[in-house]
């Protein structure tokens, strides 16, 4: 059982992420127009397509360079809300030390994922618990975590990632809007699932799917 | 689904931007391909630099504001999204000349989020940018959070008054507060009639029943505050003012500008009967018209409706509007 994570599976997990996301554009507009504006889909597959096709005729380095270029250019492409928060989300974790390594394991990448956490809640200011993408990704934190003091394996510990990011993207659904455009709904959010939160949990589920694969 | 007349969906912005250029060549040049809008007259000596932007889909925001006496450089992102900060960054080196740069725009999470980092990564150069949000549009939050309102109609106003006033030298400090006086001063709310599309998708982004309207509808579908069966165009400028005169308050004696503005499909016919009664409502309210701006200023694709924008003058504000 691989028990890390190195350059090339990084490059790996970018174009599963874009694949997936582009797989479910449609779905992610459509929860968009629910409690949005309807366009989260066409941004974010739009985003990481640039960002794949341009990946491909570079050369990197280190993980570190290639997070960094991939949050760079996906904000630099995207603008909205969705360029910075999912921009920060890579780019935050190529700014870690732990980054520089050629070898991410389960303690890294929990670093790696805290950090990008952190910056999102502090320039989004959103809290876990207001329907947001913060909801998915901090319950993959803290699966994180607990994986790290059980001394999990790195697959074991991304399987467990993948079903707690999915249980943080389902509790969005019963949760009261306060941030963005869904908090005009107020009351009338509660029922629908957040666009952003679920294409952090398809972003999450690329990394357990990689170890699969391998 | 809704038909519309463009090429490539992915095209939309760009080929807005080269067509308003082609169009307006004397007065306005594109900063390399970027989707930014320059002033053809740059750089302007001695000037504090106004630069406004947002998502594209609301023409004539934000482009058509770019002039003599209006923004020195308008900046835009994909359609109703924000632009991301390497433009916004762009735009202000191309526009400082060393007096610095006001970044003027509305309040909404996306713009905020992009805006700030291309202030930090110019602050970081030593150019002193500073902010001025506008939040203008009443029903996106109570008065206790006004700092929480979106902004709206209120837009081409400002864009002239902060046009005018930086033409005319005042340094950065003035200008931020006086902006910010005029953003107080402005209060929009709009009735929407129906639903406006994504052009990428064709689709509608809400819906709305037949012999329905919606006050404070958000220009990309925000959900508004209250639904009504469709009133005619008296009661629905009636309703529209008081909830505006009674907002900031406007009272007896006060002198406004009236900005009547339709959502994309609404016609001048009825612009116009809106128009006809706000000038009979104010006037029994002892509200003075300073003047009035009919017409599309801001709009949301083929979205049907109107909204209406009160900003009360002072003696300050009057002398930066030209009529």
Known sequence: MKNYLDLNDFKEIIVLINSIIDENKEYLSQLDSVIGDGDHGITISSGFKDTIEKMKEKQFESISELLIFVGNNFMATVGGTTGPIFGYLFLEMGRTQESNKEKINLNDLFIMFSQSLNKIMKIGGAKPGEKTMVDTLNSAVNSLNDSVKNNDNLEIALKKMNEAAKKGLESTKNMVATKGRARYLGERSIGYQDAGATSTYFILSAFSKILEKN | MVQKLINNPNDLVNELIEGYILFNSNKVKRLDNLNVILRADLPIKDKVGIIIGGGSGHEPLFLEYVGKNLADAAVHGQIFAAPSPDLTYAAIKAVDCGRGVILLYNNYAGDVLNFNIAQEMARDEGINVQTVLVNDEISSAPKERME???????????????????????????????????????????????????????????????????????????????????????????????????????????????????????????????????????????????????????????????SITLMKLDEELKKYYYK
């Open chain 2, 148 to 306: 929480d309102r979106r902004g709206t109609t209120a837009d081409p106003i400002l864009f002239k008054i902060a046009g005018a006033a930086s033409e005319a030298g005042l340094d950065i400090d003035s200008l931020v507060k006086l902006l910010n006086k005029a953003v107080y001063n402005s209060r929009s709310l709009g009735v929407s009639l129906s639903a406006c599309s994504l052009p990428q998708t064709g689709m509608a982004t809400f819906s709305l029943e037949e012999g329905k309207m919606e006050f404070g509808m958000g220009l990309h579908g925000e959900a508004g505050v209250k639904k009504v069966d469709l009133m005619s165009a008296d009661d629905t400028a009636r309703t529209i003012l008081d909830y505006i005169i009674d907002d900031l308050p406007f009272k007896e004696g006060d002198e406004v500008i009236v900005v009547v503005n339709g959502y994309g499909s609404t016609t001048r016919m009825e612009m116009f009967i809106i128009t006809r009664k706000i000038y009979s409502y104010l006037n029994e309210k002892g509200i003075n018209i300073y003047s009035a701006e009919v017409g599309e200023f801001c709009t949301s694709q083929e979205m049907a409706g109107i």
